[in-house]
């Protein structure tokens, strides 16, 4: 694995206000990626606090995710054998079958996952099916995603993404290390 900084964060816009900061480290061959991630969405707040394990083609092997709001204290437990075949809280989840990445509906970090894995040169497009965690209930479901690796701009990579289940799509624009810089109506970052 290449070196990456240690540390990133993120301010919250227009979908909700709060803040995302993560602590990235390099532990036997894995990437650990832990974070927290505040807001305040229509009026409730909430934060969420995750730890997750990419292995070093940066699929997604674990993630450990506590949420806490108004409606209490959440945890979920997702293992991942790294072809698609996932447990949650040490259950089958045969629904995420094929899902190769995590989405944390509160973060900007996790949209680098498909990207690093992916490796999509200029004009490739493919399917990045996710198991994606809601904030702040930590309700886990399959996510179809889409990520088109457009024309740079200059120093940063730029990505269609779509999300059909939510009729969303725009252009995510990322630095050198692979990280969000801009997620149009969702994140900015900021460190």
């Known amino acids: 694995m290449f070196e990456l ?6 301010r919250h816009r227009d979908a909700r206000l709060g803040f995302e900061v993560l602590f990235i480290r390099h532990e036997r ?6 974070g927290h ?34 409606l209490g204290l959440h945890e979920v437990r997702l293992e991942a054998d ?9 259950r089958a989840a045969p629904w995420l079958d094929g899902c190769l990445d995590v989405d944390l509906e509160a973060s900007a970090c996790t949209n680098a996952l498909p990207i690093h894995r992916l490796g999509l040169s200029v004009g490739a497009r493919a399917n990045a099916s996710a198991a994606y965690v809601r904030a702040p209930t930590l309700r886990v479901e399959p996510l179809e995603q889409t990520y088109a690796r457009l ?17 969303f799509s725009a252009v995510l624009t990322y630095d ?3 990280f969000v810089l801009d997620y149009p109506g969702i994140a900015v970052r900021v460190a």
Do not use: K, M, N
Request: no cysteine; proline share 4%; aromatic share 14%.
């Open 151 to 167: 024309p740079d701009d200059g120093d940063s990579a730029r990505y269609e993404y779509v999300a059909p289940a939510f009729d």
């Open 82 to 90: 790294g072809t698609g075949v996932w447990q949650i809280d040490g």
């Open 5 to 10: 900084p240690s540390t990133a964060a993120w």
């Open 29 to 34: 061959g894995y990437l650990r990626l832990e």
């Open 176 to 178: 050198r290390f692979g």
């Open 37 to 70: 991630s505040t807001a305040v969405e229509e009026d409730e707040a909430w934060a969420i606090r995750y730890d997750l394990t990419v292995d070093d083609r940066w699929v997604t092997r674990s993630a450990h995710v506590v949420g806490r709001s108004a």
